[in-house]
């Protein structure tokens, strides 16, 4: 059993950055963090590998968020720079079933309890 804690969400104008720490109790495989905004499905937005640290992003996110970890802490980050309206939602750290990056929440048994971010326009 491995739990996960995420922090670092809160309120940030469009335009301004924060970033998300997860905190794993345990050693995890790949790592993603997913969203989930009002009346959304929750969606992938980035994930990273542990041996080698490839990593994964949405499209929407590309250029704005790095997704990075640090095995030693088992820390899981999520940077956000360029934050805009619509990546409001709360975001959740996931650990992966695999060692690769999925997509899917089905590819991921550990969750975190969500962090919100609400980006105001």
């Known amino acids: 059993q491995v739990q996960l804690v995420e922090s670092g969400g809160g309120l940030v104008q469009a335009g301004g950055s924060l970033r998300l720490s997860c905190a794993a109790s345990?050693?995890?495989?790949?790592m993603g963090w997913f969203r989930q905004g009002p009346e959304k499905e929750r969606e992938f937005v980035a994930g990273?590998?542990?041996?080698?640290?490839?990593?994964r992003y949405t499209d929407s996110v590309k250029g704005r968020f790095t997704i990075s970890r640090d095995n030693a802490k088992n820390t899981v980050y999520l940077q956000m720079n360029s934050l805009k309206a619509e990546d409001t939602a709360v975001y959740y750290c996931?650990?992966?079933?695999?060692?690769?990056?999925?997509?899917?929440?089905?590819?991921?048994?550990?969750w975190g309890q969500g962090t919100q971010v609400t980006v105001s326009s």
């Open positions: 996931a650990a992966g079933l695999f060692t690769i990056v999925t997509i899917v929440p089905s590819g991921y048994n550990y």
């Open positions: 990273i590998t542990r041996s080698t640290g490839d990593t």
């Open positions: 345990g050693r995890t495989n790949a």
